[in-house]
């Protein structure tokens, strides 16, 4: 019986650990972190996309956690413009547009000082970009998700918290566009906030993380002056190579625990 217990107890242990990987060593705090979300809102039943909505009460502790745990929050430019930051520097960004942004981050960011680089499409309304990547996603569900309008995105940018970032005109997926296509869509993307919004925009993120060497040099060219992907990990030199940055991806299926493992090694469990 209490071999039974023990054999129990050593197998749990050990899929904790592999789920958690908590022995894994911190990154070192002077490697600012970038986290990436998507939705800030209640899970849906039976959704396809629930990993990308991180609920609001989750996110105010996440957020509460950093202040408290004393994380410095700073924007996709900053991170790009100071070659000194304090240790512990954390750079939320938002990706797509979502209107649960503006209704449930962004009280949060008030409250808690904390600011954000929002990778906004232009023409975000009324699309189904998850099926540009997967044609069997096509359950609407992403389409029928309201999104930022641009008086919303305006009211956010005047507080001084958050900064726009480049997402495409469309959420393309660029992989299947020539180049001529790809560059309209990243340097019109930029041009069409920098017009609509009156701020700069420096950085940008690949639709879907999907990018090549081509897309590297367009955003260059683009005069962005960062550009961040979907892998997963924290960057140890941001400025070697400034359009191929990883970021930590905060899953709505996330634990406080999972989120602070994160924090510490850039990812969750056991992987590579
Ligand atoms: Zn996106």
Same mark, same amino acid.
């Given at each position: 019986?209490?071999?039974?217990?023990?054999?129990?107890?050593?197998?749990?242990? *050990?899929?904790?650990?592999?789920?958690?990987?908590?022995?894994?060593?911190?990154?070192?705090?002077?490697?600012?972190?970038?986290?990436?979300?998507?939705?800030?809102?209640?899970?849906?039943? %039976?959704?396809?996309?629930?990993?990308?909505? $991180?609920?609001?009460?989750?996110?105010?502790?996440?957020?509460?956690?950093?202040?408290?745990?004393?994380?410095?929050?700073?924007?996709?430019?900053?991170?790009?413009?100071?070659?000194? *930051?304090? /240790?512990?520097? $954390?750079?939320?960004?938002?990706?797509?547009?979502?209107?649960?942004?503006?209704?449930?981050?962004?009280?949060?960011?008030?409250?808690?000082?904390?600011?954000?680089?929002?990778?906004?499409?232009?023409?975000?309304?009324?699309?189904?970009?998850?099926?540009?990547?997967?044609?069997? !996603?096509?359950?609407? /569900?992403?389409?029928?998700?309201?999104?930022?309008?641009?008086?919303?995105?305006?009211?956010?940018?005047?507080?001084?918290?958050?900064?726009?970032? %480049? !997402?495409?005109?469309?959420?393309?997926? *660029?992989?299947?566009?020539?180049?001529?296509?790809?560059?309209?869509?990243?340097?019109?993307?930029?041009?069409?906030?920098?017009?609509?919004?009156?701020?700069? $925009?420096?950085?940008?993120?690949?639709?879907? %993380?999907?990018?090549?060497?081509?897309?590297?040099?367009?955003?260059?060219?683009?005069?962005?002056?960062?550009?961040?992907?979907?892998?997963?990990?924290?960057?140890?030199?941001?400025?070697?190579?400034?359009?191929?940055?990883?970021?930590?991806?905060?899953?709505?299926?996330?634990?406080?625990?999972?989120?602070?493992?994160?924090?510490?090694?850039?990812?969750?469990?056991?992987?590579?």
């Amino acid at each position: 019986m209490i071999a039974v217990i023990l054999i129990l107890a050593a197998l749990a242990l *050990l899929i904790f650990s592999q789920r958690y990987a908590w022995w894994r060593p911190a990154v070192d705090y002077r490697y600012p972190r970038i986290l990436m979300y998507h939705m800030v809102a209640e899970h849906r039943k %039976g959704a396809r996309f629930n990993k990308l909505r $991180v609920r609001p009460g989750m996110f105010e502790r996440q957020v509460r956690w950093l202040k408290e745990q004393g994380w410095h929050f700073a924007s996709m430019t900053d991170l790009m413009q100071n070659r000194k *930051l304090p /240790e512990k520097t $954390v750079v939320i960004t938002f990706d797509d547009g979502y209107a649960d942004n503006y209704l449930q981050a962004y009280p949060v960011l008030k409250k808690y000082g904390a600011k954000a680089t929002l990778y906004l499409v232009v023409d975000r309304f009324d699309r189904d970009w998850s099926t540009s990547k997967k044609a069997h !996603h096509d359950s609407g /569900e992403l389409m029928h998700e309201p999104k930022l309008s641009d008086d919303q995105v305006r009211e956010m940018l005047a507080s001084g918290l958050v900064e726009l970032g %480049g !997402h495409t005109l469309t959420h393309a997926n *660029l992989a299947k566009l020539d180049r001529e296509a790809r560059t309209r869509e990243v340097v019109s993307g930029r041009e069409q906030l920098q017009q609509t919004f009156g701020q700069p $925009v420096s950085s940008f993120a690949y639709p879907f %993380g999907i990018y090549d060497e081509q897309d590297v040099s367009i955003c260059a060219e683009a005069g962005f002056l960062s550009a961040v992907t979907t892998e997963e990990g924290i960057n140890r030199d941001r400025f070697s190579d400034p359009y191929r940055l990883k970021r930590v991806k905060i899953s709505g299926k996330d634990s406080m625990l999972a989120f602070r493992l994160r924090m510490k090694t850039g990812q969750r469990g056991w992987k590579r």
